[in-house]
């Protein structure tokens, strides 16, 4: 008997559906996408309708021909990729190329994975939404247009290897924009008084000095201060006002993408991108012991605050049975989304909210329990009765002088319960207060401040600045940032972003040669045009023509009148006269005559905090008494983005390197290392093949005559993967942030990972065929299980 076959986006949805679905049904997973865009070549015809060249992503073969076998044998197909743009993709282009071997194919979506919604999607089949798809279409055109046309120009002007992106180009622009508000910040002083005063009723309470002479109180410089303390010394303190009134705060609304990215990084310290992972395992589903794989919260990628009637009620439900009445709205609560909003699905709230973060601690890692959390607390708060406060303000005159103290005391927590304090109450009492009373003085403490600059953007400010702009869409912020970060635009100091040299280089030029494309409000508007396309108002055929129109004569021109390198820095060139610009190397910017290749004078810089450029005086090369084993030249002391190495003084005919540390007396030892080992022969070249570090820290195979020799491979553990059906092996990686992980080596079409070096199993309790070794505090080095709920341990032998 032939199944009825599902087709989603990961493996981690198979098995989260498979569970509710009976045996006339078959799972299986496209692993993202299976086509697109060619990376070797732009794929789209510019001199017709802009009609994209699709082609099966390399390494997608075997899935996509599991996915044909499926098919074939199945009475219908039923496509549920993620209910978005590139979901629709997803399905669009798996419908393609199932279409030779079953005509059968229908399109299903649900916002969160539960046996009762995907069993009503089956109930109600769609065909595909060729409208939703043309503007995920016309988004991927766009942005392969202007990077493949845009990325050379930036190549030969500036430097090899980077690139430029319709909607990330722009991100980087805000943050070079207020880092130049920050050099150009001028800071102002200012003084702040404040007052310990004391009255009739116990404790003493603080109050700030608010008017001077009826008008606001700036006083600008230590004369000032100074001339100020000496008028209000020995002259009485009264209170004048004392105002009491009742306040009432409502709750937020349940969590959107932007929303959920920026009070996780707010709260945890996540990046939009860690966040997202996270928020897609929760969704996905996750195991819950006895209760197996369990979606824990909604689809995560929306811009909607709208909640399902049933959550609401539950909601209700919920409140009403652990809170109390009284901690319940008069009536329920719904909350409106902005004008832009595309409603296609609920906020981002739990799937069941009676399941409690701590009911499910036990099985979940430390940060999706946080992610959980932050969601479930937020949705419940959402529904919850108003908190009330009771508000006082007392305004005290001293002379010419008025003095003014806030308290507040909370009345009813409301939906505080749930959310606790979060940074905003400071809940501050003040003693029984009369007017008319008269006020001892215990102390006056005047403070020197200056103004500061604008702040740098976190994560959670840019996200919100781009969601206010239009820039982007809820499901690429995360991308976008993660972009700036990896193209080394952008660095991260003090959780802020900084942007580098490169940064501040790419973005002006394009500024100054694509003023249209950098333009915020024509970004923003770019991304309503697609919209529109998604809801068959526009042809996105006609979109692209339209930017066409304006986008190839400034390319055009761009290619002729960008200037080669970076800003002109006002320096001129020691040895020739002409003008020092910016520019890039492999080991990072430095200052290069703009006579070059006439003339080859470079000098390093720095800048100082108003940005200006300081020219760094070349230190003369230290001898380091050691001598390359190769070449028998002496080694120097060199640096590179990952630091300070010995490099023969033979390159680039001899590319001899070392580590090196220095003894209590500074002398330079040479440090041996598992980097560098011979561990064989390259299989292109015959040279030596040995271990080196990415710059995240993870080992890899290389060919000792790189970069002539570019053969490589990732450094195996000789594990052999656990997952049923792979014929891979665990090999060493290590994240962007520089932790170490373990991973199959036949990525993506198997994603099975471990934090933890592994080692032959099997786990005599539970028989996983791989174990892994873990050091903990508590136990040091051992041998554990890495399968959930299993807890086997044994001491390392």
């Given amino acids: 008997m032939s199944k009825d076959l599902i087709i989603v986006e990961s493996p981690a949805k198979v098995k989260t559906i498979s569970k509710f679905l009976g045996k006339n049904y078959q799972v299986a997973a496209s692993v993202g996408h299976v086509r697109d865009l060619p990376k070797n070549k732009l794929g789209v015809d510019e001199g017709g309708d802009f009609t994209p060249q699709y082609q099966i992503i390399p390494g997608k073969e075997d899935v996509v021909n599991k996915l044909k076998k499926a098919a074939a044998t199945a009475d219908h197909v039923y496509l549920a990729p993620d209910p978005d743009r590139e979901g629709e993709a997803i399905g669009w282009h798996v419908a393609a190329i199932l279409k030779d071997v079953n005509q059968n194919i229908s399109r299903i979506q649900f916002n969160e994975i539960t046996a009762r919604a995907v069993k009503e999607a089956l109930e109600h089949p769609l065909p595909l939404n060729e409208q939703l798809f043309d503007s995920q279409q016309a988004r991927r055109i766009l942005d392969r247009l202007v990077g493949y046309k845009i990325s050379p120009i930036l190549w030969k002007k500036v430097k090899r290897g980077i690139s430029a992106g319709r909607v990330q180009s722009v991100a980087l622009k805000i943050v070079v924009e207020r880092e130049k508000e920050r050099r150009l910040f001028i800071p102002e002083e200012y003084w702040l008084f404040k007052a310990e005063l004391e009255g009739n009723n116990p404790p003493p309470f603080s109050a700030d000095l608010w008017k001077i002479k009826g008008k606001k109180a700036e006083i600008g410089s230590a004369d000032e201060a100074e001339a100020l303390e000496k008028s209000i010394k020995d002259v009485p303190f009264k209170i004048t006002d004392l105002t009491e009134k009742e306040r009432k705060r409502d709750p937020l609304p349940p969590f959107i993408t932007s929303t959920l990215q920026q009070e996780a990084n707010r709260r945890l310290g996540y990046s ?56 319940y709205p008069p009536k329920a609560r719904v909350f409106k989304s902005k004008g832009s909003a595309q409603d296609a699905h609920e906020a981002v709230r739990p799937v069941d909210a009676t399941i409690l973060p701590e009911d499910v601690k036990a099985f979940l890692p430390p940060d999706q329990y946080k992610v959980y959390k932050l969601i479930w607390d937020r949705f419940i708060a959402s529904q919850m009765a108003q908190a009330r406060f009771w508000d006082t303000v007392v305004t005290v005159e001293s002379g010419d002088t008025l003095w003014r103290s806030k308290g507040e005391r909370l009345l009813f927590p409301g939906f505080m319960r749930v959310t606790g304090k979060t940074g905003d109450e400071k809940l501050i009492e003040l003693p029984k207060l009369e007017i008319g009373e008269d006020l001892k003085v215990n102390k006056i403490d005047k403070e020197q401040k200056f103004t500061q600059p604008p702040a740098r953007y976190s994560e959670a400010s840019l996200v919100r600045e781009l969601e206010e702009k239009g820039i982007g ?285 592994p080692v032959d199993g099997p786990c005599p309790k539970c028989g996983h065929p791989v174990l892994v070794k873990k050091t903990t505090k508590a136990k040091g080095t051992h041998i554990a299980c890495p399968e959930k709920g299993c807890g086997y341990t044994q001491e390392e032998e």
């Fill in 473 to 757: 869409r809820p499901s690429t912020y995360a991308a976008i940032i993660s972009t700036i970060q990896d193209r080394e635009y952008v660095i991260i100091e003090d959780k802020k972003f900084v942007p580098t040299e490169l940064g501040f280089v790419v973005s002006d030029q394009l500024s100054e040669h694509f003023k249209e494309l950098m333009d915020v409000g024509f970004t923003a508007a770019m991304e309503k045009q697609l919209d529109d396309v998604a809801e068959g108002k526009v042809q996105w055929t006609s979109l692209m023509k339209n930017f066409a129109d304006g986008f190839y004569p400034t390319l055009e021109a761009a290619q002729k009148d960008m200037k080669r390198g970076g800003e002109d820095t006002g320096i001129v060139c020691d040895k020739c006269g002409s003008s020092m610009v910016i520019k890039f190397g492999k080991t990072g910017e430095f200052l290069g005559c703009s006579n070059y290749p006439d003339c080859k004078s470079i000098v390093n810089f720095a800048r100082d905090e108003k940005g200006k450029i300081m020219i760094l005086e070349d230190q003369p090369a230290e001898d380091t008494g050691v001598t390359c084993e190769k070449c028998g030249l002496p080694m120097a002391i060199k640096r590179s983005s990952r630091g300070e190495f010995l490099g023969c003084t033979g390159y680039p005919d001899c590319r001899n390197i070392k580590n090196f540390a220095r003894d209590d007396e500074g002398v330079i030892k040479v440090v041996e290392t598992e980097e560098s080992q011979v561990v064989g022969t390259c299989p292109e070249c015959k040279g030596d093949l040995i271990i080196k570090r990415a710059r995240t820290g993870s080992r890899f195979i290389a060919c000792s005559n790189y970069p002539d020799c570019k053969f490589a491979k990732p450094f195996s553990t000789g594990v052999k993967c656990p997952k049923e059906g792979c014929e891979g092996e665990l090999v060493e990686k290590s994240s962007r942030r520089g932790k170490i992980f373990f991973s199959c080596d036949h990525y993506p079409d198997c994603d099975y990972a471990v934090w933890y070096p």
């Fill in 272 to 327: 939009a991108k860690r966040t997202m992972t996270l928020a897609q395992r929760l969704y996905e589903g996750v195991e819950l012991g006895d209760k197996g794989t369990t979606a824990l919260i909604t689809y995560m990628r929306t811009d909607s605050v709208r909640i399902a009637d049933e959550a609401r009620d539950a909601a209700k439900k919920l409140i009403l049975e652990k809170f109390g009445k009284e901690f």
